[in-house]
Each structure stands twice: as structure tokens, then as C-alpha cells.
């Protein structure tokens, strides 16, 4: 008997012990709970942006898939977008696959025509391997873009970002001179004279987008009336184009991990207007979706 009442008590005290544990874990569950509850309110701000994040790239997918096919075929825009921040990037291809011609130029002159930015651009070049003559008269060129005369900088920038790529394929011993004509060497796997700047190139090791925006978006076929001065429009694109190409070149010589480019649309000012672009792009959100897209692409 009196191990069966022990059993009993044992049971009973077992019983007891499992209401504390159950009690405990209420306790325990509510406390975590709280914690929780202080954890999310002071991480509120984090946890909006990434909400708003998850906003974005759920409405921005279906139009990436047509920009993506876009690129696909016509790539001659694929150098810039891929020096640029997310927001910026999405925002010129918005207005590329747009054709709002205007508002591209616009989108590039905020970063571009920046007289800071031509200044930290001439900053750059007098540390770069560049000729004396070359160095001034990009500057120059510079200066009259931060102006918007255009007219002037295009044959400043044009002429002698040529005669800069030249002579860092000599400084390479991709070519020689040999009178009055430029000769390729052995070592760039290359014969004969260099007829054209689109001709060092690759020789130059150049990426594959780069070198596509240099052929179709500064030189080759497009470039030749601004070369020859026969052409008579375009000098505002061709001198925005132009600062992306001496940027670019910039990056080159220097081989930095930072991209003058991504330094450039990094204006508050263009900025702003990236974000309203890619804003005004997406379909249709709720109004808290709407919200918390506009703050994550604030952020």
C-alpha cells in the first residue's frame, strides 16, 4: 500500500512538475514573444526596406524579361547600364526601351554635365600616362561639356580621346609609328597599318560591351561626320557619349575596381530622377506597395 501511494504521489508531483514546465514555457514563449516584439520595432526601418524591396522585384520582373530581350539584340547600351547602380541602370534602359530620346539625354546630362564631375574627371587625368596636348584639350573638351556647348566639345573630345587610346596601345607595344603611318607589332597578333581607331580595340583587350559602345555610340560609322566636321546635328548625344567613352578610358589605364561611371550617376539630383523613373515604370501597386517600393528605392 504505501508503495502505491507513493506512485500516486510521485504521479501527483510528476503532474505538478509538468504544469511549472507548461507555466514556464508560457512565461518563456512570452518573453521571446516580447523580444521579438522589441527586435521588430527597432529594426522596423530594415525590415520596410526589404519589404519594399521584395515590392520592386516582384513588379519590375515582368519588365526586366522585355528589357533582357532587349539587350539581347542591341546591345550597344549594355557598357553603361553595367557601370551602374541598380536604380540607374534599370531607369536608362526604362528609357531606352521607351525611345524617349530626350529623356535619356536628360538622364545623362544631370550625371555627366556635372561641372564637379568634370573637374574630378580632370583631377583623374592629371595623374593618368597622358600626352601634354591630349590632357589639355580633353580638359577643355570637358569644360564645354559642363557648359552644354556642345558644338565645341565634340571635336576637343573626339579628336583627342582617339589620339589617347592610340597611344596607350604604343604604350602597350600593340603598334609603332613608322613615319607618318601607325603599324601594328608583332605582339598584338596583328599585321599591317592601323587604318582606324576601331582597329586597336581588341588588340587593346577592351571588354566586349565597351568595345561595342565605342564602335556604334562614339566612332565608326556614326562618328565620322563629327571626326571629318561634316555633321551638322547629334552634338549633344556625341559629347554625353563621349565622357562615358573618356570615363571608361580613365578606368582602363587605371585598372580600379571603382568606376568613375558609377561615381558620376551617384548625384543626388540624378538620383532622384532615377528613382521616379523606375517608379513611374512599375504596374499598378497597392497604395502601401506603392510606398514601400518609392522608400526602398530611396534607400
Not at 547602380?85 to 528609357?95: I, K, Q, R
Not at 556635372?114 to 574630378?120: I, R
Not at 556642345?150 to 579628336?159: D, G, K, M, Q, R
Not at 521616379?276 to 530611396?298: D, F, I, M, Y
Request: charged letters at 25%; one cysteine or more; glycine letters at 10%.
Amino acid at each position: 500500500m504505501g508503495a502505491k501511494f507513493e506512485n500516486v504521489n510521485s504521479t501527483r508531483s510528476g503532474s505538478r512538475g509538468w504544469r511549472e514546465w507548461l507555466s514556464s514555457l508560457g512565461a518563456s514563449g512570452r518573453s521571446a514573444g516580447e523580444r521579438l516584439s522589441g527586435w521588430i520595432d527597432d529594426h522596423s526601418e530594415e525590415i520596410e526596406a526589404v519589404l519594399g524591396w521584395i515590392a520592386v522585384t516582384v513588379a519590375v520582373q515582368p519588365r526586366l524579361r522585355q528589357l533582357r530581350a532587349r539587350w539581347g539584340t542591341d546591345p550597344e547600351w549594355a557598357f553603361l547600364v553595367s557601370r551602374l547602380d541598380f536604380v540607374n541602370g534599370l531607369a536608362l534602359m526604362v528609357l531606352l526601351d521607351e525611345g524617349a530620346e530626350d529623356e535619356v539625354l536628360v538622364f545623362l546630362e544631370r550625371a555627366l554635365a556635372n561641372p564637379a564631375f568634370a573637374e574630378k574627371l580632370g583631377d583623374e587625368m592629371d595623374e593618368a600616362p597622358l600626352a601634354s596636348h591630349h590632357r589639355k584639350q580633353l580638359r577643355a573638351g570637358l569644360g564645354y561639356v559642363a557648359q552644354r556647348d556642345y558644338e565645341i566639345a565634340v571635336p576637343l573630345l573626339i579628336v583627342a580621346l582617339e589620339g589617347a587610346f592610340v597611344e596607350e596601345a604604343e604604350r602597350r607595344n600593340l603598334v609603332e609609328r613608322a613615319k607618318t603611318k601607325i603599324r601594328f607589332t608583332e605582339t598584338s597578333g596583328r599585321d599591317g597599318n592601323m587604318g582606324s581607331i576601331e582597329a586597336i580595340l581588341e588588340p587593346l583587350g577592351l571588354d566586349e560591351t565597351l568595345d561595342n559602345f565605342l564602335r556604334r555610340q562614339v566612332y565608326g560609322g556614326r562618328g565620322n561626320g563629327f571626326r571629318h566636321g561634316t555633321a551638322r546635328e547629334g552634338w549633344r548625344q556625341k559629347a554625353l557619349s563621349l565622357t562615358v567613352a573618356l570615363c571608361a578610358f580613365l578606368d582602363l589605364i587605371s585598372e580600379s575596381d571603382e568606376t568613375l561611371l558609377a561615381e558620376a550617376f551617384s548625384v543626388e539630383e540624378g538620383v532622384e530622377i532615377a528613382q521616379r523613373t523606375v517608379l513611374e515604370a512599375l504596374p499598378n501597386l497597392g497604395p502601401g506597395a506603392q510606398a514601400s517600393a518609392a522608400k526602398a528605392l530611396a534607400s
